[in-house]
């Protein structure tokens, strides 16, 4: 079974600073992916970068970077130059390519603040 | 846009009720769609995934028989919460893959469930 774990409940950062996000997987499926999604406080899940556990380079995108460490099973999430409106809930997942037939599992979320 | 559009965004009804939530993928076709339940502060559970033209398959300790599911179309997938009590009451969220190789999986925007 798939275990995510995101230990940190709440983070806060001064805007325009730089905040890493912990994750934290274990998984038994050969390949597998692991994504990031903001959920701010209207609900909605809004997908910030996805990893593939094949994929030779970190991910990626705009402010957002996924230090991907396989070896330890990681997949840290870097928000550079924060800014006030990146304040929501964040979401860690994964998701299985094998038997588990691409379902994705979801860490515990951490809590950004982002202050002025 | 939104790639993936969720009806209605709120409701509430009254116990012993059946409430339907409608989950569309837009411009493009989803085989596989997923609902997940999200309590207040909590992570996203996955309840079920959503096959076109076949059974639901539920995640252990989901009763299938409270939380019907119905993949009619490539674009539609409905959940029908069947007499539905206060504990009911919950963030249901569907999700469908695009298809596309970088793994964007897309939510929709969520449906907030209150029953009184």
């Known amino acids: 079974a798939q275990k995510i774990t995101q230990t940190q409940p709440g983070m806060f950062v001064q805007e325009k600073e730089a905040v890493t996000l912990d994750c934290t997987y274990d998984?038994?499926?050969?390949?597998?992916?692991l994504f990031w999604y903001k959920q701010p406080s209207s609900g909605e899940m809004i997908f910030l970068i996805y990893?593939?556990?094949?994929?030779?380079q970190n991910a990626t995108e705009g402010r957002y970077s996924l230090n991907f460490q396989k070896a330890r099973k990681s997949a840290n999430l870097v928000i550079s130059a924060s800014q006030l409106g990146d304040s929501a809930m964040y979401f860690c997942?994964?998701?299985?390519?094998?038997?588990?037939?691409?379902?994705?599992?979801f860490g515990r979320g951490t809590q950004l603040t982002v202050w002025p | 846009g939104a790639v993936v559009s969720q009806h209605p965004s709120r409701v509430i009804c009254k116990s012993g009720t059946s409430v339907k939530i409608e989950c569309r993928s837009l411009?493009?076709?989803?085989?596989?769609m997923f609902w997940y339940r999200q309590f207040p502060k909590q992570s996203l559970m996955l309840m079920a995934t959503?096959?076109?033209?076949?059974?639901?398959?539920?995640e252990q300790g989901v009763e299938k028989d409270k939380f019907l599911i119905n993949h009619a179309s490539l674009t539609l997938s409905t959940l029908t919460v069947t007499s539905a009590h206060p504990e009911d009451s919950s963030f249901y969220i569907c999700?469908?893959?695009?298809?596309?190789?970088?793994?964007?999986?897309?939510f929709g925007e969520g449906s907030r469930l209150t029953v009184l």
């Open positions: 999700s469908a893959w695009t298809g596309q190789s970088t793994g964007e999986l897309f």
């Open positions: 990893q593939g556990s094949y994929d030779q």
């Open positions: 998984t038994s499926d050969p390949s597998y992916g």
């Open positions: 959503s096959n076109e033209g076949s059974k639901a398959t539920y």
């Open positions: 997942a994964h998701i299985g390519r094998g038997s588990t037939l691409g379902r994705l599992y």
């Open positions: 411009d493009f076709q989803a085989t596989t």
